[in-house]
Structures are given as C-alpha cells and as structure tokens.
C-alpha cells in the first residue's frame, strides 16, 4: 500500500469511529506494532541509501498526522460525551419545590432563655439539679422535717422512701450552698422541671418547670428582693405592669411571700386583674444552718417561679396543656421568624 493510500483509507475510516474504543483499534491498525505503517516502513530496505532519509521523512509526516487526528477525535468524542451527560442530567429551575417544614422552639423553652438571660445580665449563673431527688434535699434540707404538715402543700411521686420527682427546684438551693462549702456570695437561679400528684386541667398538671433562685451574700435584704423581682417583671414584661407582694408561708423562707403581676387595664387601678407567678423570701437562718452558712454572717433570698404562667400572660395562652401537646399550629404562632 502507497503512503498516499494509507492516508485515504485512514480518513474514511476515522469518519466511522463513533467511540473510544474504535479509536484505539484504529490507532493499532494504523500505528500499531504490526499496523500500517509499520509495514510500510518495511520497504525502505528496497530502497537506496540515498532515498531512505526522503522516504522516512514522509512516512514520520504520515503518522505524526495521523497521530494528530486522532487525538482530535478523542477530544471530540470526549466533549460529545460529555455533552450527552450534562443534557441527561439536565435540572428544570423552574419546577416548584418540594415544602420543607422546620420545627421551631417551643414558646416555654423561649421564655425560659428568655429569663435566663434576664437573671445572667444581673450577674447570675445558671445551675441544675437532679429530677429524681432524695427526701433530704427535697424536704428536710429546706426546713420540712419528716412528718411536718406542709409537706402535704405538694403531694408527691415517691420512688422509694427516700427518693421521689422532685416537688420544686428549691432542693438545688440547699446542693448550691453546700457547693459553697459556708462562704458567699452565690448568685444562681436553676430552671428545671417538677413533678405533682396533681389532676391535669387548664391551669395545672402533673409535670411543669420552675426557675428558682438564690442569692446569699453579707447584708442582702428583702429591698434587693423586691428590686430584683422588680427589674425582672418590667424586663419580661413592660415598664407598664405592676406587682403586687402578697404574705405566705414556706418552710424555706422568713418572711415569705407570694407575689402577682397586674394584667389586663393597668391604668385604672380599681379594675386590675393580678396572676400570682412566683413563691418568694428571705432564706430561713435554719437552711442557712443545715447548708453550712452562718446566719449571723449571712443573709440572703430565694423565689421559685413558673414559666408556664409566665409565658400563659405573656402570650395570652389559656391552657397549660397547649405546651406539652404539640400541635404545630399553636406551636407555629411563636416562631413567625420561621419560613413556615
Ligand atoms: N418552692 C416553692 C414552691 O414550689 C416556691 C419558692 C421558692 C418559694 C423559693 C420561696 C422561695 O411553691
């Protein structure tokens, strides 16, 4: 075969090829070892000295274009390749797409941190307690012996004799004070949840949160109470809202008091509607004593709240159930932030 006839023939051929792998046995046919133009070179040994250099000169032109063209296929077949992948994976920007509902927070957590950045901004730190408590910490610890009648204030789950659901958050204070090891200051408040023999029904249940407080230190006062509880009020919920302190009793402190905040028509005073929201007084010198502070040293105050009533006022919620139930259209209304 003539060089010029290798040539023809390779470009009707390299028409056809339609992959990688008609491309490579073209090469071989062509190129290869045994190809084309190997066995063309073979007759330069019929030829004259003088005419050799000539003749491998054009068959070299031969396969360097040769060579040429197929890596220009190749590159072709790769970009058409390509091109066909792209197009099968083509994505519509244009299709609608699938909802995707996020959860949001629910409206007794927020107001929890809420709270708890409150209480942080006045230099308090947060602390936890166990849930399942023992009868010491629980009771005896803030003032209420064994068989001591205000214990029925908060019927109880017991687990065992000595252990139960905690009734309050206050068994933290007495764990707080003995972390003291007798030397102030302590200024903690612990949000958790407490546990009741209660009949479930619009305003209670069996299981809901408190944040309790505490603060023990030299001459604090039942004004730094008052102020505290104050500034807390009006920070949660507006400059407009009044409290009110009603005489109690605790075992845990002396004085003690409950204390409600105004709701509904502010400014005319003959009409204000009060909620009660928290459980509040001095530290009594007897858990001072049990918890290993001096009461002649030290003084200090405590208050338990709930959340739940809390946020019930703030967002004008009516049942106590709404928060536990998890229905997403009450849940929603407090997370309008949200893309949902
Ligand atoms: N632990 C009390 C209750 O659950 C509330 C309280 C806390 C009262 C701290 C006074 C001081 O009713």
Redesign the pocket.
Same mark, same amino acid.
């Given at each position: 075969m003539t060089l010029e006839n290798i040539r023809k023939e390779y470009l009707e051929l390299v028409k056809t090829i339609k992959d990688e792998k008609e491309l490579y046995d073209l090469r071989v046919k062509f190129l290869g070892k045994k190809g084309a133009l190997t066995e063309v070179m073979k007759g330069a040994r019929d030829l004259s000295p003088e005419e050799r250099p000539t003749f491998g000169k054009l068959v070299n032109e031969v396969k360097t274009f040769i060579n040429d063209s197929l890596e220009e296929r190749k590159a072709e077949l790769a970009k058409a390749a390509l091109e066909l992948k792209l197009a099968s994976e083509d994505i519509d920007v244009t299709l609608p797409s699938k909802k995707v509902e996020l959860g949001g927070i629910n409206p007794l957590n927020k107001i929890i941190e809420e709270i708890e950045e409150i209480f942080i901004s006045m230099g308090y730190s947060v602390a936890e307690g166990p849930e399942v408590e023992t009868d010491k910490f629980n009771f005896e610890m803030l003032n209420l012996p064994k068989d001591h009648p205000a214990r029925d204030? +908060?019927d109880s789950f017991y687990i065992t004799n000595e252990l139960l659901m905690r *009734? +309050?958050? %206050?068994p933290v +204070?007495a764990r707080e004070m003995l972390k003291a090891n007798g030397e102030g200051p302590i200024k903690i408040i612990c949000p958790g949840k407490?546990f009741r023999r209660d009949n479930d029904d619009a305003t209670h249940s069996h299981q809901f949160t +408190?944040i309790? #407080?505490l603060v023990v230190d030299k001459n604090i006062t039942f004004s730094d109470l008052k102020g505290t509880l104050e500034h807390f009020i009006k920070a949660v919920f507006g400059e407009n809202k009044k409290i009110r302190l009603r005489p109690s009793f $605790?075992p $845990? *402190?002396e004085p %003690?008091v409950e204390v409600d905040v105004s709701w509904g028509n502010e400014d005319d005073e003959e009409n204000i509607k009060w909620l009660e929201i928290? #459980? @509040? #007084?001095m530290v009594h010198p007897n858990v001072l004593k049990m918890a290993g502070f001096d009461p002649e040293v030290y003084s200090g105050f @405590? $208050? #338990?709240m709930g959340p739940e009533r809390v946020a019930m006022l703030k967002y004008g919620i009516s049942d106590i159930r709404s928060f536990y139930t998890n229905d997403v259209r009450f849940l929603k209304q407090f997370n309008s932030d949200r893309n949902d």
């Open positions: 204030m +908060q *009734t +309050q958050t %206050s +204070q407490v +408190q309790e #407080g $605790f $845990f *402190t %003690s928290l #459980g @509040a #007084g @405590a $208050f #338990g």
